[in-house]
């Protein structure tokens, strides 16, 4: 959490007459009406972009309140924002707050979750967005490996299901170097095939996850490698395919 954005955020909140109280939120105007973090959230958060400031300290504003209220909605404002008549956003101010929130030791649930139901879903923004948050140094993770930088590759990759393939494969191709990936890159490739906007060749996923050094027991990793094999791209274009998996105990 970066204290200065959360303070920000919090300064903010109480010019708009809303306060923390010892089990939730309340506002000015309804005092006796306890908010969640998520009311809070849905309520105030776009007032953000209204505010007479520069864009980028907008989006700092906004990066503070989603630090305070870990609520994915705060993400959904910031991204009306940036596809909006307005946007977009500067991107250092919004893919470098997603990068530096990504590696924090802290619970990342609304931005991962953001990430890959609207950035990454949309074929729109889903190059720009994986090439920010991760294939833009995915090699400069692999060669200087540290703690931050392993953590955000390892949410990034886990939600990359609905990433095109093209755009995803040379970042998977480069994490596959690095076994400290390979738990996550396996997390990639089977919501690349099981996410219903997720997407991969069968034959490339197949050979990346060969080269996946995992525990004998990993769920589902037989199973996948079954449906590779026999050429499925996604689980809901052939729905029978993983149950004939399971059965058949591939």
Partial sequence: METQAWEAAQRWLADQGVSRVRDGWVSIEAPDVLLTADQVAQSWA???????????DQVRLAFGLLDLLDAYWVTCEMRFADRGPE????????????????????????????LWVDWFEDRGTAATAFAEVLGNDIDRVVAEPSEALLRRARRVLECSGPVPWPVKEPAYRTAVRLPALHSAL???????YHDVHGDLEPAAASALLDRLELPADTEHFAELRHVLAAGHQNHYRSPHAWDEAVRTGS
Avoid: H, K, N, Q
Wanted: hydrophobic fraction near 40%; glycine fraction near 16%.
């Fill in 46 to 56: 776009g007032g953000v972009f209204t505010e007479d400031m520069r864009a980028a």
């Fill in 87 to 114: 946007g977009p956003l500067p991107a250092d101010a919004l893919w470098g707050g997603y990068r530096r929130r990504l590696e924090a030791d802290r619970d990342a649930e609304a931005l991962t979750y953001s």
């Fill in 186 to 192: 396996f997390g990639g490739l089977r919501a690349s």
